[in-house]
């Protein structure tokens, strides 16, 4: 059995969307089309570090619904053989 922590984030609401490990990268699309990345942490069940800040995960949902920001695993887009905008943007 594995002792690794698991990010459970959630919409607004509670409901659940998708589980993160610790230690992961967070994608976040905005709605001009940038995108960009996140490090997160675990800190407890309902709290969250990313990038260093700590945030209760409902309040992070939140928070990206009213700003229109779409946020989801990085390594979704590695496994489909895309390549992120955010890496392609930052190697040039």
Known sequence: MSS???ICFTDSRGNPLFSLPDSSFLRLEYDNGDCSCAFCRYH????????????????FAKQMEKNGICYRPMSETKRKGGRDVWQRRNMT
């Open 44 to 59: 407890s069940e309902e709290q969250v570090e990313i990038d260093g800040r700590c945030k209760n995960i409902r309040q």
């Open 4 to 6: 690794e922590k698991m």
